[in-house]
């Protein structure tokens, strides 16, 4: 792509196409050992070398398994970091929790109520900085900057608490505090759907049967600003938040079990009706969005716990999903991830799977996405800079350029050195 204007192909596609849904090709399955029940799994640079590492939650032997990449989206180890007697590592999330260039993590301790803060030293190792109390058993973590302050906060779902445990970051340390949400809680995502400007939240109700919409004051705080209801013959599980149909808002989606669909709630002056997708697998849960197939809009992958396999699901770019591409997993697969892996800007996916003791990746056949068009209008121009630097400035994952898991200056340079490129 050039920066000199529209690919002339590419709108002629779209304006013929109609309702067009991408096909996607993937290397893989290749299966690495993880044992004993594999959870979690978080992308990251761990070590600074080879690209973007793994890190995968065992509960049964409460450790945190290290997967290192070679360089080509092969991966050695484990390395096992404990930690403790009795917590159950579940959720990971990867991000700069303590300040500095490295990638830090954060776990969710099932069994201890609480959350353990790992600092990176940025060549592979971590060491605990504390562990912070949540509600009962928590289940999920999404990490955004709350504030404004520049340090990433988190949400944390607590399952058997019906509450989410808003952790802010202090610099070193986190505050907590604790809003009410519905019946078993699962899954929660962060975007700005009320339209002033503060992030939000969003949390899936397993026995409600529906989303809470939790509304951000830009300074840590939420409040309950409605629900949205899934189809009630559905319980929803796995929920992302991001621009689904390119209109520079934050859209929903939701993965709902039994009957088994991917539910997508676009914004539009709000969240508007949902319309539901068949997932083609049975028993879905955790989702994840990424751009799969290179055309700028973010595509979905959803985790089918019954059916040992999961449901990648390709965008028209207008927030459309057609009909689901299934991907042999391991029995009971768990969580799922999307991120760099072997190396090709192209995004990859790992999948765990807790009953076959075992982590999948497959990467991604797809040519190189052209990271530099950032707004997606297929032209590299100024508008790029702009949208660049304002998702940077809100240290939005969409602004994690070299995809390290971490939001900072590299991201930057990263991304000029593309533009420049044109590509």
């Not at 849960?285 to 799969?292: C, V």
Request: charged share 15%; proline share 3%; glycine share 16%.
């Amino acid at each position: 792509m050039t920066r000199t204007g529209l690919q002339r192909s590419a709108l002629l596609v779209a304006a013929t196409a109609g309702t067009a849904f991408g096909q996607f090709s993937f290397s893989g399955p290749t299966n690495y050992n993880t044992p004993q029940r594999p959870d979690g799994v978080a992308i990251g640079d761990w070590d600074g070398v080879n690209g973007n590492d793994l890190a995968v939650a065992t509960d049964n032997q409460d450790k945190i398994s290290i997967l290192t990449n070679t360089g080509s989206g092969t991966f050695t180890g484990p390395v096992d970091i404990f930690t403790g007697s009795n917590t159950g590592p579940g959720f990971i999330a990867a991000a700069d929790f303590v300040g500095g260039p490295e990638v830090d993590l954060a776990v969710a301790l099932q069994n201890s109520n609480s959350v353990m803060v790992l600092q990176g030293n940025g060549a592979g190792g971590f060491a605990s900085v504390g562990t912070f109390a949540v509600g009962s058993n928590p289940r999920f973590i999404v990490a955004r900057d709350f504030d404004g302050s520049g340090s990433m906060d988190m949400a944390v779902v607590n399952r058997d608490g019906n509450s989410v445990t808003v952790l802010m970051n202090t610099g070193g340390s986190f505050a907590a505090s604790t809003v009410a949400v519905g019946d078993e809680p699962r899954a929660v995502a962060s975007g700005e759907f009320t339209g002033d400007g503060n992030l939000d939240l969003v949390v899936t109700n397993h026995r409600d049967r529906n989303i809470s919409i939790l509304a951000g004051n830009g300074a840590g705080g939420f409040a309950p600003a409605g629900t949205l209801l899934v189809n009630q013959a559905t319980r929803p599980e796995g929920i992302i938040a991001g621009d689904l149909d390119g209109d520079g808002d934050d859209d929903v989606a939701t993965a709902t079990g039994d009957p088994d669909f991917v539910s997508v709630f676009l914004n539009n002056g709000g969240l508007g009706a949902r319309i539901d997708y068949p997932s083609g697998g049975v028993g879905v849960g955790d989702l994840a969005a990424g751009d799969l197939d290179g055309d700028g809009d973010l595509d979905l992958v959803a985790v089918n716990e019954d059916s040992a396999n999961m449901s990648v699901m390709a965008n028209n770019g207008a927030g459309g999903f057609g009909a689901a591409q299934i991907l042999t997993l391991g029995a009971n697969p768990s969580h799922v991830a999307i991120g760099d892996l072997g190396g090709s800007s192209a995004m990859d996916i790992v999948a765990t799977s807790r009953d076959s003791n075992f982590t999948t990746v497959y990467l991604n056949n797809a040519a190189d996405n052209c990271t530099a068009d950032f707004n997606g209008d297929g032209s590299v121009n100024t508008n790029d800079v702009l949208a660049f630097l304002n998702a940077w400035t809100a240290r939005d994952p969409s602004a994690d350029i070299n995809g390290d898991g971490v939001v900072n200056t590299s991201d930057v340079l990263a991304f000029l050195n593309l533009w420049n490129a044109g590509c």
